[in-house]
């Protein structure tokens, strides 16, 4: 008897250190995590995204205002007519009838140009034959092209195209020295030429009937 009430001391007091030990809160412990049916269910909030801006090509004009009525009016008298092929075969044209001029092929200007204007090429290479002098030009670059002027007279329609470009302009001597430019130092030109071309006839070519400086 006395040892079972011993036993039962023994008990109560390791039960009791125990709980000490064991039972108390001592500020540091994490907490349970609550089952998932306890659980507060997230707000999810919703993300606004950035409207993307529009992206937009810049405008470039062609054409000058003082020019659109003429166009208009070429448009109306023969749809088949389109400013950005137009512009196109001009810039052509330009470098064909710049090189022709300055290798002196007066064949090939010919068929570019209008009478007067292959005239005037004509005189001005005799010209520089005479001199004993030599061209050795190069056109590096068109800048620009835009439609500046344009009109329809009956049948006749005529497109005037500022040309910005940049040129290496060399004279050479008889001996091929150089008396005149430099091939390394291109200089800007603005030249504004007119073209010209019968609406609906069996020849569709363009041809160079006006010459200018701008």
Do not use: C
């Given at each position: 008897?006395?040892?079972?009430?011993?036993?039962?001391?023994?008990?109560?007091?390791?039960?009791?250190?125990?709980?000490?030990?064991?039972?108390?809160?001592?500020?540091?412990?994490?907490?349970?995590p609550k089952p998932a049916e306890e659980r507060?269910?997230?707000?999810?909030?919703?993300?606004?995204?950035?409207?993307?801006?529009?992206?937009?090509?810049?405008?470039?004009?062609?054409?000058?205002?003082?020019?659109?009525?003429?166009?208009?009016?070429?448009?109306?008298?023969?749809?088949?007519?389109?400013?950005?092929?137009?512009?196109?075969?001009?810039?052509?044209?330009?470098?064909?009838?710049?090189?022709?001029?300055?290798?002196?092929?007066?064949?090939?200007?010919?068929?570019?140009?209008?009478?007067s204007v292959r005239d005037a090429f004509t005189?001005?290479?005799?010209?520089?034959?005479?001199?004993?002098?030599?061209?050795?030009?190069?056109?590096?670059?068109?800048?620009?092209?835009?439609?500046?002027?344009?009109?329809?007279?009956?049948?006749?329609?005529?497109?005037?195209?500022?040309?910005?470009?940049?040129?290496?302009?060399v004279t050479r001597d008889a001996d091929g020295?150089?008396?005149?430019?430099?091939?390394?130092?291109?200089?800007?030109?603005?030249?504004?030429?007119?073209?010209?071309?019968?609406?609906?006839?069996?020849?569709?070519?363009?041809?160079?009937?006006?010459?200018?400086?701008?």
């Amino acid at each position: 008897m006395f040892l079972t009430v011993i036993l039962v001391m023994l008990t109560a007091f390791l039960a009791l250190n125990l709980y000490r030990v064991l039972g108390k809160r001592t500020g540091h412990e994490q907490p349970m995590p609550k089952p998932a049916e306890e659980r507060a269910p997230l707000t999810v909030v919703p993300r606004q995204v950035e409207a993307i801006g529009e992206v937009r090509e810049p405008v470039i004009r062609n054409i000058e205002p003082k020019a659109e009525a003429g166009i208009r009016a070429i448009i109306a008298a023969d749809s088949t007519f389109d400013v950005t092929r137009f512009l196109g075969g001009a810039q052509a044209a330009y470098r064909m009838i710049l090189e022709a001029f300055w290798k002196g092929d007066e064949e090939q200007l010919g068929w570019l140009a209008e009478d007067s204007v292959r005239d005037a090429f004509t005189t001005a290479i005799l010209a520089r034959n005479t001199a004993g002098h030599v061209l050795d030009n190069r056109l590096i670059s068109i800048e620009r092209a835009i439609i500046s002027d344009a009109s329809l007279e009956g049948k006749v329609a005529r497109v005037t195209v500022r040309f910005d470009a940049d040129i290496a302009a060399v004279t050479r001597d008889a001996d091929g020295t150089v008396i005149a430019g430099s091939m390394t130092d291109a200089v800007e030109t603005h030249d504004v030429w007119t073209f010209v071309r019968t609406l609906k006839s069996s020849d569709p070519n363009w041809k160079l009937a006006d010459t200018d400086e701008a």
